[in-house]
């Protein structure tokens, strides 16, 4: 009885251990669609031309204004004699960031939305674009020194990347022209069970935060409004829904058919 018991206990141990496994795998499967990236209908055919244009969208144009406390480099060069160059002096409002690891100080732009400068005072930047700003203050020098030169640079541009991203952070950037596949890109890229269809985006505006859900697996997000991304944006990626069988089941499958075969191969021996 004991080695027909056991032999009996073989065949329907071996075929619940395929029968466990089949269904862990299953259960943690995820279609390929799931993966891909900007798709559209021909995303998985073989007779694409190549080194040629599929096909062109035309993207919104997108300019970033300047707001309050954005800290903005401010550069004067100029043909007058260093006394007379009072521009060049730091402002009584300064702040730093750091970019690419080293920390440049900057001016600060105050909550009405403007800038401090010796002599001349205060000049108001927020609600321009960095060049829009960078022609304010050409006027201004213009009327201090000779054949100045103006270069404005934004550099605290950042955005937080959460969820199911490689490297969850803050970054900063140094071009405020970035896409959202650009800035997922700078987080590392997604993981393999990042939710594409239903990103999460937090977007501050006018005192307020607006909440945005995003698809990037349609390739006709390229024509949204939200295809680049803002000042102080946070991007949430969410899990699949298979993530629980994955990180509760997938993780110890081996562990279990392991112990399992064991158990099979000690009732064997002792048959």
Known sequence: ??????????????????????LLLLGGCVTNRKYQLMQKND???????SDSVVRSYAVESFDYRIQTN???????ETLSPKEYDFLKSESPVGASAVVGGALLMGDLVDEQGNIPFPVV??????????????????????????????KVRLLNYRITL??????????IMNNNRVNFLEAIGLAGGLTDLADKANIKLLRQ??????????NIQDENFIRSPYYYVYQNDVLIVPALR????????GQNLTLFLSSLSLLILVLNYSK
């Open 1 to 22: 009885m004991a080695i027909d018991f056991s032999g009996r206990f073989l065949t329907k141990g071996g075929s619940f251990m395929v029968f466990v496994a089949t």
């Open 43 to 49: 995303v998985n055919k073989q007779d694409n031309p």
């Open 70 to 76: 954005d800290i903005l480099s401010v550069r004067f």
């Open 121 to 150: 005072g205060k000049a108001r930047v927020s609600g321009l674009t960095v060049y829009q700003a960078q022609d304010t203050l050409q006027k201004i020098a213009n009327q201090y020194l000779e054949s100045p030169i103006v």
């Open 162 to 171: 959460l969820g199911e991203v490689n490297r969850e952070g803050t970054v």
């Open 205 to 214: 505006k006018g005192g307020k935060t607006e909440v945005i859900y995003l």
């Open 242 to 249: 298979q993530r629980p069988y994955r990180k509760y089941f």
